[in-house]
């Protein structure tokens, strides 16, 4: 029977990548969803209602993957892409490399269940395979990670039959044949503490059964597993945009999480590093504190074209930001990169980091990632500032300009 969730499957012989992407935003029986009746699911809902961000951020990463400079594993192409998307209305992706105007399943239970057998159907029949799981919506810490699918809170009596026991997932999910899984789970990890007092370490649907290790050679598949927060705490996403986690994982993935002693692939560990980097910046600009955790084994899982460093700049006089500053990097002699800080309009200091660059290392040498880092002031200004050199390593570097001033 046809998957409804696939929207692009390359069948050719060879070991491939094979991807499932569920994002849950749509919850009925959550507060203001269509279907919610306060005297009847709010002790169910628990004070959770509609995200807008997981549907955005599963479609940026399907359009990562489906892009032409996006994925890029030679090793192990790009194989299958799967979707589930849980809206208001019926959802729909579009992408030049995906079944044309696919409407995608609405991310049930009984949608993932279907799907997660398909996927791995079709990643089972080569060792050499790779599996990518990614899910992004609300979710629970009752004793082990449960991820809530569309349908959570439904059934009054068994709240939890419209959700994912996660742990169990993975476990069964690591006796497959595919060699290298790498999950990715974007959701809150905050305690049910009234599933916990009733004894439920771990509800929800498994969706596999654990299979003899015999076929594996009685070893389990390496696993990465990233969580967008620590235990017990919440994963945050914007109302008119992704989560902090997915901007960081995008940024990880395209060269954030490369590794120079990798030959510049993306990887496994490397990932995590960046993904706490960016995640650590990003939430302390809104105010908040959200840091990933990681079960993870090392493996390799896509090599950028070119890598792109963010750059930092900080300054040890901190009235520069009071006025115009032309910033220049150079490489090998030649300006590479370049940029013109404005302050904003008022008064006072911006911030520690008021700009930053994105140093691109076209050829992933070692020579190109030296750079010299240099400030130009207007002629009137009573600053001036000493040349840095910097090496522009993944995730990011910083770089503190040493600046004079004139009585």
């Not at 992706?93 to 609405?106: M, S």
């Not at 439904?154 to 742990?167: L, T």
Request: glycine share 8%; with cysteine.
């Amino acid at each position: 029977m046809a998957d409804p969730a696939l929207l692009f499957h390359d069948p050719s012989d060879r070991d491939g990548t094979h991807v499932l992407l569920i994002g849950i935003g749509d919850y009925p029986w959550l507060e203001d969803g269509a279907d919610y009746d306060p005297a009847l699911h709010d002790d169910n809902a628990m004070g959770m209602g509609q995200l807008a961000a997981p549907a955005t951020s599963i479609r940026r990463l399907a359009d990562w993957f489906l892009d032409s400079q996006g994925f890029d594993n030679a090793e192990r192409p790009l194989a299958s892409l799967a979707m589930l998307l849980s809206e208001p209305t019926p959802a729909r992706y579009d992408h030049p490399r995906a079944k044309p105007a696919a409407r995608v399943p609405r991310g049930t239970v009984a949608d993932v269940e279907k799907a997660v057998e398909a996927w791995v159907e079709r990643a089972s029949g080569r060792r050499g395979n790779a599996l990518v799981f990614a899910f992004c919506g609300h979710g629970l810490q009752s004793g082990n990670p449960v991820l809530l699918c569309r349908d959570y809170g439904r059934s009054r009596q068994n709240r939890f039959k419209g959700a994912i026991d996660f742990e169990q997932f993975r476990i069964a999910l690591s006796t497959r044949q595919p060699d290298q899984q790498l999950l990715l789970v974007d959701a809150c990890r905050t305690p049910d503490a009234e599933a916990e007092l009733l004894g439920q370490a771990t509800p929800g649907n498994p969706l596999l059964s654990i299979f003899s290790l015999a076929g594996r050679d009685s070893a389990p598949a390496q696993q990465s597993v990233h969580f967008a927060t620590s235990l017990y705490t919440p994963a945050w996403g914007r109302a008119d945009g992704a989560t902090l986690f997915n901007d960081a994982l995008l940024a990880a993935l395209t060269g954030g999480g490369a590794d120079q002693t990798a030959e510049w692939w993306v990887t496994t560990s490397r990932l995590h590093s960046a993904l706490a980097t960016y995640l650590a910046r990003i939430s302390s600009q809104e105010g908040i504190v959200q840091r990933p955790a990681a079960q993870t084994q090392d493996f390799r899982i896509c090599k950028p074209e070119r890598i792109a460093v963010p750059l930092y700049i900080t300054a040890n006089e901190p009235d520069i930001w009071k006025e115009e500053v032309w910033i220049d990097a150079m490489r090998g002699g030649a300006l590479a990169h370049s940029f013109t800080y404005k302050p904003p309009a008022g008064t006072g200091n911006p911030g520690a980091t008021p700009c930053a660059l994105r140093l691109v290392n076209p050829t992933q040498r070692v020579r190109d990632v030296i750079y010299g880092v240099s400030a130009r002031f207007a002629a009137a200004s009573r600053f001036s500032a000493t040349p840095e050199e910097i090496i522009a390593y993944p995730p990011e570097v910083t770089c503190e300009l040493r600046v004079s001033k004139q009585p």
